[in-house]
T-cell receptor
Framework: EAGVVQSPRYKIIEKKQPVAFWCNPI?????LYWYLQNLGQGPELLIRYENEEAVDDSQLPKDRFSAERLKGVDSTLKIQPAELGDSAVYLCASSFYTDTQYFGPGTRLTVL | QQQVKQSPQSLIVQKGGISIINCAYENTAFDYFPWYQQFPGKGPALLIA?????SEKKEGRFTISFNKSAKQFSLHIMDSQPGDSATYFC??????????FGEGTQLTVNP
């Protein structure tokens, strides 16, 4: 069974540029999560989807971050414009309802 | 009140030794306590988890000890192996809510 797929794996951009990350969850998983992981720290939830609905986006900086999950499967997380402090690993995870969360390998973002 | 505090930040153990990582929480509404293992360049992967109705859970070389009154739980890795070298995160969750992670422990097992 394929795991959570994320792309790109690495991204280097100049500050103030836009960037987008893509996630394909495990087949059949209706819940999808985006996490931010700073170096040496645990993941922090940005947004959680149940199917197409964002049910917890209280930690998403909505002035520059946006996310969508069209058709309740794949999801895209966007940052516009990126700031130096956004350099981190962006993790996607999925689960069947609130069962075990399975994480993808993450996208390492470097903002110069 | 949502924090989960983890210690130590790093741990070096000899092959065959016991690795012990501790976590403490404040929110008594937490009802699910998983441990995740993360290798460099990979996402965290569930290792073992416990609910507060039991005081201990063992899976192979990995054991969670849970002390509800002290609001503490710990991971014990018996017969530690070099392949166990990774970062370990404790976490806590209430039903239907977000997973709150600890700060992580970088474990190194020397051969």
């Amino acid at each position: 069974e394929a795991g959570v797929v994320q792309s790109p794996r690495y991204k280097i951009i100049e500050k103030k540029q836009p960037v987008a990350f893509w996630c394909n969850p495990i087949s059949g998983h209706n819940t999808l999560y985006w996490y931010l992981q700073n170096l040496g720290q645990g993941p922090e939830l940005l947004i959680r989807y149940e199917n197409e609905e964002a049910v917890d986006d209280s930690q998403l900086p909505k002035d520059r971050f946006s996310a969508e999950r069209l058709k309740g499967v794949d999801s895209t997380l966007k940052i516009q414009p990126a700031e130096l402090g956004d350099s981190a690993v962006y993790l996607c995870a999925s689960s069947f309802y609130t069962d075990t969360q399975y994480f993808g390998p993450g996208t390492r973002l470097t903002v110069l | 009140q949502q924090q989960v505090k983890q210690s130590p930040q790093s741990l070096i153990v000899q092959k065959g030794g016991i690795s012990i990582i501790n976590c403490a929480y404040e929110n008594t509404a937490f009802d699910y306590f998983p441990w995740y293992q993360q290798f460099p360049g990979k996402g965290p992967a569930l290792l073992i988890a416990i609910r507060p109705d039991v005081s201990e859970k063992k899976e192979g070389r990995f054991t969670i000890s849970f002390n509800k009154s002290a609001k503490q739980f710990s991971l014990h890795i018996m017969d530690s192996q070099p392949g166990d070298s990774a970062t370990y995160f404790c976490a806590a969750e209430t039903s239907g809510s977000r997973l709150t992670f600890g700060e992580g422990t970088q474990l190194t097992v020397n051969p």
